[in-house]
């Protein structure tokens, strides 16, 4: 399975904006997919995770103003992100897990800037 990671940009504090992940192959069997980032200087972290049957996990950092979704119909799994902060500048970046052990698939990343 392949993903392309899109949506990021350049946003104003408090600004929304809409990433989104399509797979090149099924996700419907993949047991997790993920959004990680990495801000500069720091390891990646997990932002949030959906299983293949919908429920969702969030990073303390960005509950209440982050919302993951995934459509195995469509291969794509979004992350609407509202209310953005400085601290939420990264590279964000889409996974899938296979197994929920952890992700095998990696997109490449997509720059999310915030501006205060």
């Known amino acids: 399975v392949q993903l392309q990671a899109s949506g990021g940009g350049l946003v104003q504090a408090g600004g929304s904006l809409r990433l989104s992940c399509a797979a090149s192959?099924?996700?419907?069997?993949?047991?997790?997919m993920a959004w990680y980032r990495q801000a500069p200087g720091k390891q990646r972290e997990l932002v949030a995770s959906?299983?293949?049957?919908?429920?969702?996990h969030y990073a303390s950092s960005v509950k209440g103003r982050f919302t993951i979704s995934r459509d195995n119909a469509k291969n794509t799994v979004w992350l609407q992100m509202n209310s953005l902060k400085g601290d939420d500048r990264a590279v964000y970046y889409c996974?899938?897990?296979?197994?929920?052990?952890?992700?095998?698939?990696w997109g490449k990343g997509t720059l999310v800037t915030v501006s205060s």
């Open positions: 996974a899938g897990d296979q197994a929920g052990d952890g992700p095998d698939y």
């Open positions: 959906v299983t293949r049957g919908g429920i969702t």
């Open positions: 192959g099924s996700i419907s069997s993949l047991a997790d």
